[in-house]
């Protein structure tokens, strides 16, 4: 894997943290409970999309 490839892993893998951040805390704080589900959901689906770009490091 060339090291432009590698930088990109990085950087998706911080965008995917930050995105696992914001979904997190607003889950915490909303009270409808739709929208919480879908908070949670985001972080769930957000935490697949950081494991595949961790397995190809």
Avoid: W
């Avoid at 911080?14 to 409970?33: E, I, K, N, V, W």
């Avoid at 908070?39 to 595949?52: I, P």
Wanted: proline share 4%; net charge negative.
């Amino acid at each position: 894997m060339s090291p432009k490839e590698l930088l990109y892993i990085e950087d998706a893998l911080g965008h995917t943290q930050f995105l696992m951040t914001q979904c997190r805390t607003a889950a915490s704080q909303l009270t409808d409970p739709a929208l919480r589900g879908e908070a949670q959901r985001l972080v769930a689906e957000n935490q697949k999309l950081f494991t595949s770009f961790y397995n190809l490091v």
